[in-house]
């Protein structure tokens, strides 16, 4: 798990996690988390019912307002798709791989 218990807001300019970063912070979450073009960590996540989906959704809406951190939440049907990367760096950043670990544990 992460020693830092909240995202730390990215200013910009700090460099996008290269590739071997990138693998060392893969090792930290579920392996059904896919990373895209070194730019973004996403992952679907299914669902029996409609409504759970979007009460699923609801949560990560909560907990990234609580974090500071917005994913994009593609909701089809019974499907979310959680795409995370830092828009300020136009990458991924460290806080990605921590709010992919606490998606997974809601």
Do not use: R
Not at 6 to 16: E, F, L, M, R, T
Not at 20 to 49: C, G, N, P, T
Request: glycine fraction near 4%.
């Amino acid at each position: 798990m992460f020693k830092q218990n909240k995202c730390i807001p990215c200013q910009g300019g700090v460099p996008a996690l290269n590739s071997s970063e990138i693998i060392e912070y893969k090792k930290l979450v579920s392996e059904q988390w896919i990373v895209e073009d070194s730019k973004h960590l996403l992952k679907e996540f299914k669902f029996d019912i409609y409504l759970d989906a979007i009460e699923f959704s609801n949560k990560v809406a909560i907990l990234s307002e609580e974090q500071g951190h917005h994913p994009f939440i593609h909701i089809n049907y019974k499907i979310v798709k959680i795409i995370l990367f830092t828009h300020k760096i136009n990458g991924l950043h460290e806080n990605d791989f921590l709010m992919a670990s606490k998606i997974d544990n809601l």
